[in-house]
């Protein structure tokens, strides 16, 4: 009996010998389903969002993304940098493992074939795929995440890469039409739509928009079809429903006290005066008289203060070059010759503003720049128009009335009593500003100008390097650059591939580097998508 015990027990595995049954060997799909959504999100000031401890938001200081998109720079090199010096990126690759398993785990819970989760699954590859090819180039896709069957992927092509997120998208909007028709689909763990399948269809939908866009350069390719991929979808809202209005946003709200905004009353005393505004997003702002500028920043103290202007001025509003030297940019934020974020908006409170990744005033400029290329019909005027109201409705700028201003008070030591900011009433009147010439769309080329800028302007501390990509294939709005911004004054292109590569990969990324960057792993590389 001894050794039959003896045989039995060594024909266990060592997994089933060091299995612990006390604690839970499976994650349910909606746990996984729920990592993952915290995981695809871009939040301001670098911040992430953890995706298993309770949604906690961390500070992220590799990424920069608001200081990449020229919105907001730091002024003293102790803290950060507004350089070009990108880094290998953003890493999707175990996100999209989670994909797989929570994909595994719906189906051995017994759901069919077609599912809630499959749906989504595919969403979600082609939202994580696409957005490391758009920083890279080439990156491995059909043979990455195989385990011992492909240790040393082969690199796809960006093309081959575009299609194929493409695909998975409009397999996912077919997937959800067939599951919305049936009804009874249950999605657990959905913190931004509770589970509403409609508007998680719009998403998808939004975003391949948004997909095809950033493929403007490529509309003479034929296996693309980008016009006709954009005009199809534009034209069949029926069978490709998109958002309706801001309502139907995908965004992280911040709520106190287990996340809170990343910039918030506890952290003012430490983070308040080390960034300022910058020239680009500010001058923009105070060219066009808009009253968007009052809500995101303050005026420079120097210039109310010691040179007696209007606090509600235009003039009043300076932002700095992100080109300038750290060096003199401290010395004139010290000077307090630039303007802050502002303080009541953004630092008064634990849960800030709801932060933006896939939007209903972005898709309003989708649908305007595609018009105005030619790939669709219709009034790019009207969506040019929605997209400006959308921004400012959502900042409580009515489009005729008025609203109250909030300038924090030099010296004042609690930014979250009122009595120690300055208000001011400001009038708005809709008519007017859009009578502005540089306002008023114009049609063609200019017209593709301002609604790109427009864009620039509504995506502030929104949708993560979105402004960077719109910059990189159309170069509006303009960036600067200087000492300031490094990278021998140049706007990086790309981002690098991971370190590990070189020694794990060696033989697929040597490859990817000659087909596309002449060997070298150049941040200044141009890729395929934007050729």
């Given at each position: 009996?001894?050794?039959?015990?003896?045989v039995s027990s060594?024909?266990?595995?060592?997994?089933?010998?060091?299995?612990n049954?006390?604690?839970?060997?499976?994650v349910?799909?909606?746990?996984l389903?729920?990592?993952i959504?915290?995981n695809?999100?871009?939040l301001?000031?670098?911040?992430?969002?953890?995706?298993n401890q309770?949604?906690v938001?961390?500070?992220?200081?590799?990424?920069r993304?608001e200081i990449w998109?020229?919105?907001?720079?730091?002024?003293?090199?102790?803290?950060?940098?507004?350089?070009?010096?990108f880094d290998?990126?953003?890493?999707?690759y175990?996100?999209?493992?989670?994909?797989m398993?929570m994909?595994a785990?719906a189906?051995?819970?017994?759901?069919?074939?077609?599912?809630?989760?499959?749906?989504?699954g595919?969403?979600?590859r082609a939202?994580?795929f696409?957005?490391m090819?758009?920083?890279?180039g080439?990156i491995?896709?059909?043979?990455?995440l195989?385990?011992?069957?492909a240790?040393?992927?082969v690199?796809?092509?960006?093309?081959?890469v575009m299609?194929?997120c493409?695909?998975w998208l409009?397999?996912a909007?077919?997937d959800?039409?067939t599951?919305?028709?049936?009804g009874g689909?249950?999605?657990?763990g959905?913190?931004?739509f509770?589970?509403?399948?409609t508007?998680?269809?719009?998403?998808?939908?939004?975003?391949?928009?948004?997909?095809l866009?950033?493929?403007?350069k490529k509309t003479?390719?034929?296996?693309?079809?980008?016009?006709s991929?954009f005009?199809n979808?534009?034209s069949?809202p029926?069978?490709?429903?998109?958002m309706?209005?801001t309502?139907?946003?995908?965004?992280y709200?911040?709520?106190?006290?287990n996340?809170f905004?990343?910039?918030?009353?506890?952290?003012f005393g430490?983070?308040?005066?080390?960034?300022?505004t910058s020239a680009?997003y500010?001058?923009?702002l105070?060219q066009f008289?808009d009253?968007r500028v009052f809500?995101t920043?303050e005026p420079a103290r120097d210039?109310v203060?010691?040179?007696?202007?209007?606090?509600?001025?235009f003039?009043?509003?300076v932002?700095?070059d992100p080109?300038?030297d750290?060096?003199?940019m401290y010395?004139?934020?010290?000077?307090?010759k630039?303007?802050f974020?502002?303080?009541?908006y953004?630092?008064?409170?634990?849960?800030?503003?709801?932060s933006?990744?896939?939007?209903?005033?972005?898709?309003?400029?989708?649908?305007?720049?595609?018009?105005n290329?030619?790939?669709?019909?219709?009034?790019?005027?009207?969506?040019y128009?929605?997209g400006?109201?959308?921004?400012?409705q959502?900042?409580?700028i009515p489009?005729?009335?008025?609203?109250t201003?909030?300038?924090?008070?030099?010296?004042?030591s609690?930014?979250?009593?009122?009595?120690n900011?300055?208000t001011?009433p400001?009038?708005?009147?809709?008519?007017n500003?859009?009578a502005?010439?540089?306002?008023?769309?114009?049609g063609?080329a200019?017209g593709l100008t301002?609604i790109?800028q427009q864009?620039?302007?509504?995506?502030?501390r929104?949708s993560?390097?979105e402004?960077?990509y719109?910059?990189?294939?159309?170069?509006?709005?303009?960036?600067?650059t200087?000492?300031g911004?490094?990278?021998?004054?140049?706007?990086?292109l790309?981002?690098k591939?991971?370190?590990s590569?070189?020694?794990?990969?060696t033989?697929?990324?040597?490859?990817?580097?000659?087909?596309?960057?002449?060997?070298n792993?150049?941040?200044?590389g141009?890729?395929?998508i934007?050729?």
């Amino acid at each position: 009996m001894l050794m039959l015990l003896t045989v039995s027990s060594c024909k266990k595995s060592l997994q089933d010998l060091t299995q612990n049954n006390n604690v839970p060997n499976s994650v349910p799909a909606s746990l996984l389903f729920n990592g993952i959504l915290n995981n695809m999100v871009d939040l301001p000031d670098g911040a992430y969002a953890s995706s298993n401890q309770s949604s906690v938001v961390y500070q992220n200081t590799s990424n920069r993304a608001e200081i990449w998109c020229q919105y907001y720079i730091y002024n003293y090199n102790y803290y950060g940098n507004n350089t070009y010096d990108f880094d290998s990126g953003a890493d999707y690759y175990t996100t999209i493992k989670n994909v797989m398993a929570m994909e595994a785990q719906a189906t051995l819970a017994g759901s069919p074939a077609v599912n809630p989760y499959s749906a989504l699954g595919k969403f979600f590859r082609a939202y994580f795929f696409s957005r490391m090819s758009l920083e890279r180039g080439d990156i491995p896709m059909t043979q990455a995440l195989q385990g011992l069957n492909a240790l040393t992927p082969v690199y796809d092509s960006q093309k081959a890469v575009m299609i194929q997120c493409l695909t998975w998208l409009e397999n996912a909007n077919t997937d959800l039409t067939t599951l919305i028709a049936a009804g009874g689909n249950t999605l657990s763990g959905d913190q931004f739509f509770n589970g509403d399948l409609t508007k998680w269809q719009k998403v998808v939908n939004t975003y391949k928009l948004r997909l095809l866009i950033q493929l403007s350069k490529k509309t003479s390719d034929a296996d693309l079809n980008v016009a006709s991929q954009f005009n199809n979808i534009v034209s069949n809202p029926a069978k490709y429903p998109l958002m309706q209005s801001t309502a139907d946003n995908l965004q992280y709200v911040f709520v106190a006290p287990n996340n809170f905004y990343p910039m918030n009353p506890n952290n003012f005393g430490q983070n308040g005066s080390r960034q300022n505004t910058s020239a680009t997003y500010v001058g923009l702002l105070t060219q066009f008289q808009d009253p968007r500028v009052f809500v995101t920043a303050e005026p420079a103290r120097d210039l109310v203060d010691n040179q007696h202007q209007s606090p509600t001025s235009f003039s009043s509003f300076v932002g700095a070059d992100p080109g300038l030297d750290l060096g003199v940019m401290y010395n004139n934020a010290g000077l307090l010759k630039y303007s802050f974020i502002n303080r009541k908006y953004y630092y008064s409170t634990y849960v800030g503003e709801p932060s933006i990744q896939i939007g209903y005033a972005e898709l309003q400029f989708i649908l305007a720049e595609g018009i105005n290329r030619g790939w669709t019909a219709g009034d790019a005027e009207s969506h040019y128009v929605a997209g400006i109201q959308a921004s400012m409705q959502s900042y409580g700028i009515p489009a005729t009335g008025s609203f109250t201003a909030y300038f924090y008070r030099p010296g004042s030591s609690d930014v979250t009593n009122l009595a120690n900011y300055d208000t001011y009433p400001i009038t708005t009147n809709w008519a007017n500003y859009y009578a502005q010439p540089l306002v008023k769309y114009t049609g063609g080329a200019t017209g593709l100008t301002q609604i790109l800028q427009q864009k620039y302007l509504a995506l502030f501390r929104h949708s993560g390097l979105e402004s960077y990509y719109t910059y990189r294939r159309t170069g509006v709005p303009n960036f600067t650059t200087g000492p300031g911004t490094d990278n021998g004054q140049r706007i990086a292109l790309r981002f690098k591939y991971p370190a590990s590569e070189r020694v794990a990969n060696t033989k697929n990324y040597n490859a990817a580097l000659t087909s596309q960057y002449g060997g070298n792993d150049d941040i200044n590389g141009t890729m395929w998508i934007l050729k």
